[in-house]
């Protein structure tokens, strides 16, 4: 269990030699979720042909089988064993159904690797034989792109993700986190059903289980980049952006929205599904790489804010969502956890003041001179050395408050900080 402080009340790929604006460049989703799937369906035949897996117990998000002797396709190969990876509590109905369906699909069919290079590695799962698109997506850990080593604290050796303040392997505990917001806001978001997995599979080797994150795979019409802003409504941006200002997605762009079509046929709109979540809710230290490229200059950013989504806002609670996620996912760093409640201060500061998304996503956002601080950036600065003036010498802080969700004054100075750069720049 973590004990936070209250909330004040209102009063192994290696791109250590690309420069931060190639890496945003480079950066993009590793999954472009087409309507063309003829080159998928044949190669799920391929494999089909290949393989033929035993049974596998559906209700857990542990896929737990025992590997091949050399590849020997009978049934006895496979151990029926499987366990809940996801801490303090039980798996959705949803998140159950989609462990079933991947184990069903299995049985018949491998893992096929969708991308290479600087995404990391992404698997497809399918589920049975009648289907020709997949039903899920599987992100391992050990796969998760990352630009260069070091050594941390605990002198352990960690590599260092592909935006600030992220480490490579923690992606897929970052997806899942989403995933555990959205859910936590009855869904308000969107976001595909995401859990967290071990699988074990001949495709990797006799002795090799891993542990990623696994997704719900959407049938889309496209990703948003295939459209103009004019197909996405006012109410469907601000979804989506309100969810990266929450999360402080790093990564953000047109090609993770996906376009999918909508009940209505008298309407001419498509609906936003996010994906690709794993850049975000980086270290609050390191909140330099706010990345918002797909909504930023959409003119519906610019539209203020329905009741619902202020009734949204006013609804979040910072405290309560980490206690959830710290304890479905007692990895995640505590920085993380910080990160999420300085966006939260932010988000229900602004809307007291009637700011737009637009402003908001500025305040959060490094301007064309990647080299500058946001202005969240210089909060957060401030906030610190003030934290730093009011403690004794023993208790200053050097490089950063890592304990700040702890620390009740670093809050109420944050909030206070907040509402002076509005008044200053926006009254």
């Known amino acids: 269990m973590i004990s936070i402080v209250q909330s004040p009340k209102s009063h192994n ?12 460049k480079i950066v993009r989703s590793p999954i472009f979720q087409r309507k063309n799937f003829e080159s998928l369906q044949k190669q799920q035949s391929e494999v089909q042909k290949n393989n033929d897996f035993s049974e596998l117990v559906g209700n857990s998000t542990k896929v737990d089988l025992l590997p091949l002797k050399k590849l020997d396709v009978s049934k006895d190969c496979y151990a029926k064993k499987a366990s809940n990876l996801l801490s303090g509590g039980n798996l959705d109905i949803r998140q159950k159904e989609l462990i079933r369906q991947v184990n069903l699909g299995l049985q018949k069919t491998s893992p096929k690797k969708c991308s290479q290079g600087v995404g990391g ?69 969107k976001v595909p059903v995401t859990t967290l997995v071990e699988i074990c599979h001949p495709l990797w080797g006799s002795e090799t289980k891993k542990i990623g994150s696994l997704q719900e795979y959407i ?43 909508t009940d209505d046929s008298d309407s001419d709109h498509l609906d936003l599904v996010p994906i690709d979540h794993s850049l975000s809710l980086p270290s609050s230290d390191q909140l330099s790489e706010a990345w918002f490229d797909a909504w930023l200059s959409y003119p519906q950013s610019r539209e203020p804010f329905s009741q619902k989504d202020l009734e949204l806002i006013e609804s979040l609670d910072a405290d309560s969502i980490i206690q ?52 969240l950036e210089k909060i957060v600065l401030q906030t610190n050395q003030k934290l730093s003036n009011n403690k004794t010498p023993n208790q200053c802080i ?20 907040i509402q002076i750069y509005i008044q200053n720049n926006f009254k």
């Open 121 to 189: 590695g992404v698997y497809f799962l399918y589920g049975n034989s009648s289907q020709s698109h997949p039903i899920a997506v599987f992100k391992p850990m050990d796969e998760e792109a990352a630009q260069d080593e070091y050594v941390g604290a605990d002198s352990q050796p960690l590599k260092r993700g592909m935006k600030a303040g992220t480490l490579a392997g923690e992606g897929a505990l970052k997806e899942v986190a989403i995933y555990q917001i959205d859910q936590l806001h009855q869904g308000r978001f």
């Open 219 to 261: 049938f889309s019409e496209d990703t948003a980049e295939e459209f103009g802003y004019s197909k996405f409504s006012t109410n469907d941006i601000h979804r989506i952006g309100l969810l990266d200002l929450i999360i402080f997605n790093l990564d953000r762009h047109s090609g993770n929205l996906l376009a999918v079509a």
């Open 13 to 24: 790929h290696t791109l250590s030699h690309f420069n931060d604006e190639q890496v945003n």
């Open 398 to 417: 050097k490089k950063h408050n890592y304990l700040k969700l702890f620390n009740p004054m670093f809050w109420s100075l944050l909030q206070n900080e």
């Open 324 to 375: 959830q996620l710290h304890s479905k996912l007692p990895k995640l760093k505590l920085t993380s956890l910080e990160t999420l409640k300085i966006t939260i201060s932010l988000l229900k500061e602004s809307v007291k003041s009637k700011l737009t998304l637009y402003q908001i996503g500025q305040i959060m956002s490094r301007s064309s001179s990647l080299g500058q601080p946001s202005p």
